[in-house]
């Protein structure tokens, strides 16, 4: 499961807003590129880890607004996901 977030200052000192791509997970190094993928309608974004959490049950990533909005789950507020990561460039 996927929620997102509005935003604001990271763990990683970072400082996020509207229309960034980020994201925070528990344990991914801060920049590490993830490809997430909506179960329920196939969109897909890539994010950047710039945070830590999520702290709620049965959730895997929190993604930022603008993320979501690519997701198309604000609406619904989480999703079913998948979440691959990207080899570097």
Do not use: C, Q
């Not at 994201?23 to 974004?45: D, E, M, S, W, Y």
């Not at 959730?59 to 996901?81: C, K």
């Amino acid at each position: 499961m996927a929620s997102f977030y509005g935003g604001g200052r990271t763990a990683s000192g970072e400082v996020t807003g509207p229309t960034g791509l980020t994201a925070a997970h528990r344990t991914l190094p801060f920049g590490t590129n993830v490809l997430v993928t909506n179960f329920r309608n196939g969109k897909t974004v890539i994010v950047r880890i710039t945070d830590r959490g999520p702290y709620g049950r049965r959730r895997i990533i929190d993604v930022s607004r603008a993320a979501a909005r690519e997701l198309d789950m604000i609406g619904n507020g989480t999703t079913l996901v998948s979440v691959v990561l990207l080899e570097p460039h």
